[in-house]
């Protein structure tokens, strides 16, 4: 991923947090103003996590991402 | 082909800032969007500090979206920029110093040297092939003869890792090889751009190789010509020569034969003094053939050293001075030293002269060289068109012009004659 700047091990954490904030919001686990912010938060983890790359790491200039080497053809 | 690869990458700029501008548009409408869902989603919250805390935080977040977008985006193109940039110097950097080189020794050697420091290599190797397709020899660059056979660098099955990089240098001259990387000094792997900037390095070698071969090709083509201009002077000096006493032998027979000694004896007189003036001619030829023998000699050596033989044999006092170390190719140097042979043959030949100084100055970017006589001079304009070759006249003015110099020639009847050759030479080398 030509933008990537989060690691493997960032965007499972963001992925499984995302679900979980959902998870939250949609069983009810929470209430009132709470659960509108784990309904509409939850997306954050669960986007950036899926797509690998953060916009505030972006902003910030941090990056978590380790380059795969790829093997282009050889002469 | 590297050619294709870049113009493609050279236009990813005008397609990156169409990706943006389409990024910047559909960004901004997604942010819209999802601030009215969060908005109607926090609407009976609204009036609370959660609820406007939240509604905060949700416009911050869809803000860093749409920024930390755009701001990648152009890092991006920047970075590239900046890469791009730095390749390109270090390329020409790379390219102006094999370019300096002519003896193709010393081009190998600084190709594989300048491509190690390119892409931060230790080891590098150019395999130089045969004309059989086999490995000739290898020019190496961070490890010596000993270590490479030890740890078998360079293999020569293609490399398998990324820590080895191997480009072929393809010339049109009829040298053929590989140049081979290993082993990055920060102990990463090549990286593909590298892996590009050696491929568009090994261009450049190619050219620089190729001129190499086109300079060694001069040299041949120069001491061809000079063969067969030394085999044309002999021929139209001997043959004529050789007519002369033919001609002469079958006068004085004829005189003999009708008894008439005196004559016959003026006959051979003048026989001997055609062999005597043929002889001193090829004499000098040789002498001349001797001091032009080690093009790495340098001018006034070679100079000094046919003056010296020149004295002894004509017995004309001769004097080098010599102003500044000249700065000459070899070609140069060898039509410099025949043109001044021919002045002082003409020297001996016509001028009766007593002495002869020969000047060499070297100037900025032009090189000066004087031959005057104290002889007997001549006036240059009446001189026929029968008499030219004779005194070789055109041949220098020629030799002079093949350097992309000037010769001129100043005499008048009893004043003694001056020939001044100045031809560009190469510019003083950086201190």
Known sequence: MRYANLSALDRSIRIVLGVLMLAAGWAGLATGVWRIALQVFGWFPLVTGLAGWCPIYAMLGISTFKPRNRRPPLL | MPETRDLRRASDGPATLRRLRWIALLASLAFIVVLEVVRSSLYPYLPTLQGKLLMAAAVFIGCAFLVGGLFSVIQRMQSRLELRNRELLALHEAALGIYGELSLEAVLQKVVDRACAL???????????????????????????????????????????????????????????????????????????EEQTLVRFATKAAIAIDNSHLHLRLNDLAVAEERLRIAHEMHDGLAQVLAYVNTKAQAVKQFLRTGRIEEAEKHLDQLAGAAREVYADIRESIIGLRSAADPNRPLAGALQGYINTWQAHTGVGCLLVVNGEPRLTSNAKLQVLRIVQESLANVRKHAGASRVDVILEQQETRLRVTVQDDGAGFTPGELGRSELPRFGLATMRERAGTLGGTFLIESSPGAGTRVIIELPTQPPPNP
Request: aromatic share 8%.
């Open chain 2, 119 to 193: 892409v931060n290599a230790r080891y590098g190797a150019l395999s130089v092939i045969d004309g059989q397709d086999r490995i000739e020899s290898f020019v190496t660059s961070g490890i010596s003869a000993e270590e490479r056979e030890k740890i078998g660098f360079p293999s020569p099955h293609p490399p398998k890792s990324r820590k080895t990089l191997a480009v072929p240098i393809l010339c049109k001259s009829p040298f053929r090889g590989n140049l081979y990387l290993a082993e990055k000094a920060e102990g990463t792997d090549f990286t593909e751009e």
